[in-house]
Every structure is written in structure tokens, then in C-alpha cells.
């Protein structure tokens, strides 16, 4: 069973900084595309950050320069370097993983993690 597990979250003042981890695990062959979305109260999930397995990175407008996506495709982990926060930035945050496994189909599937709360208090 492939498992996406979040951590790092918190609590933070409004311009600290966090860096979020997302480790893959299971019977992985392969990891392609992560990504981080986030879940604000009363908003829909949206897309943070996203990298290519080749580390081709896309952000939305309003983490740009604040935000970093890097990944360890060693260790299918993916990281969220997160500086100069806002009081919007809070929300749980999700990883999302497209992965091939070494069992069963070889087509990709995707997997979220339980997500890990960030909460930037103004």
C-alpha cells in the first residue's frame, strides 16, 4: 500500500518561516509529478506548488518568491520551503504524489497525503 505522510506544520508569526516534508512509501517503482495544494476554512483546495520528477517547477501568483518545491527522488520525498508568511497561508496543507508501483498495474496512480495544518497568526 503506497502511503503519502506530511509533516512539519505549525504554528508561526506572520514573515517566519516553515518547510513542509512529504514522504512517499510503499511498493514504489517510480514517483512522478508532487505537488502541494491547501484547504483554507470556507475555500477550495488549490494548488501550491508543483514539481516535475526533472525538477520543472510551477507556483500560483500569490506564493511566488515566498515559496520553494524541491524533491529528493531518492527518498520520494518533496519538500515546501515556505518564508515570509501571511495570515492567508493558513490552511492544511496536502501533498500529492503521481506513483508507479512495483506491483500490480503499471499504469500511474495518485495518492494525497492526510495533509499537516499551517496556521500564521497576524
Known amino acids: 500500500q503506497v502511503q503519502l505522510v506530511e509533516s512539519g506544520g505549525g504554528l508561526v508569526q506572520a514573515g517566519g518561516s516553515l518547510r513542509l516534508s512529504c514522504a512517499a512509501s510503499?511498493?514504489?517503482?517510480?514517483?512522478?509529478?508532487m505537488a502541494w495544494y491547501r484547504q483554507s476554512p470556507g475555500k477550495q483546495r488549490e494548488l501550491v506548488a508543483s514539481i516535475s520528477r526533472s525538477d520543472v517547477t510551477n507556483y500560483t501568483d500569490s506564493v511566488k518568491g515566498r515559496f520553494t518545491i524541491s524533491r529528493d527522488n531518492a527518498k520520494n520525498t518533496v519538500f515546501l520551503q515556505m518564508n515570509s508568511l501571511k495570515a492567508e497561508d493558513t490552511g492544511r496543507y496536502y501533498c500529492?504524489?503521481?506513483?508507479?508501483?512495483?506491483?500490480?498495474?503499471?499504469?500511474?496512480?495518485?495518492?494525497w497525503g492526510p495533509g499537516t495544518q499551517v496556521t500564521v497568526s497576524s
Open positions: 500529492i504524489a503521481e506513483v508507479v508501483r512495483n506491483s500490480g498495474s503499471s499504469n500511474p496512480l495518485k495518492y
Open positions: 510503499g511498493p514504489i517503482s517510480r514517483v512522478n509529478d
